[in-house]
Structures are given as structure tokens and as C-alpha cells.
């Protein structure tokens, strides 16, 4: 099961996140999101946990709990919903023409 964590500390690490869920299962793998610009962590992360009730044991432990002064929000990942690209750069300006 794959699990969302937010609202974390910029300076949680994907120790301290197999840590805080070792102790409700087995942790398969932590992916903490950073940001591509600035290398810095977006707040977010990912946790998967194979077994089904450890995971549900994690999230249910977990949500609303205290990571360094801020109050995590712990569920089920849902899936990535498609965006629609983006219009970009076409913009268009009407009546912007010069004032005497």
C-alpha cells in the first residue's frame, strides 16, 4: 500500500520516515518529494508498506501526530490524477493600445 505523508518538516529525511513506520511494520521503501529548483524537500512524502493492515496500523497511529512542531497528515496515497496541459505563453491583450 502506498502511503501519502504531508505536512512534514522541510528537514525530515527518509530516516526519520522509515523510522517513525518501522514501528507499525515492515517499510519497503520512503521517497521523500524534493523540489527540482531547489533541491529542497516540498513537505511531502511517499511511504509503501506491503502489508495491508500494517499500513492501515501506520495510518491509522500516524495521522495527526507531532513531527517536530508540525501536525502530519498521514492516508492512503490516491492516484495521480492526468492534468490537462497547461496553455502556456498565448496570452492575448486586448485594447492595450497607447494613451495620448
Known amino acids: ?7 512534514m518538516p522541510f528537514s525530515t529525511n527518509e530516516a526519520q ?6 514501528n507499525h511494520g515492515t517499510v519497503d521503501s ?3 518529494v524534493m523540489d527540482r529548483d531547489t533541491g529542497r524537500a516540498k513537505g511531502f512524502a511517499f ?3 506491503n502489508n ?9 497511529a500516524l495521522n495527526g501526530t507531532d513531527c517536530d512542531g508540525r501536525t502530519i497528515v498521514v492516508n492512503e496515497a490516491k ?5 490537462s496541459p497547461r496553455s502556456g505563453g498565448h496570452r492575448s491583450f486586448n485594447g492595450g493600445g497607447k494613451r495620448w
Open 79 to 83: 492516484p495521480r490524477e492526468e492534468r
Open 52 to 60: 495491508q493492515g500494517e499500513a492501515n496500523a501506520a495510518i491509522h
Open 30 to 32: 520512503v521517497s521523500v
Open 17 to 22: 520516515l522509515t523510522n517513525m513506520f518501522h
Open 47 to 49: 511511504v509503501e508498506m
Open 1 to 7: 500500500m502506498r502511503i501519502y505523508v504531508g505536512n
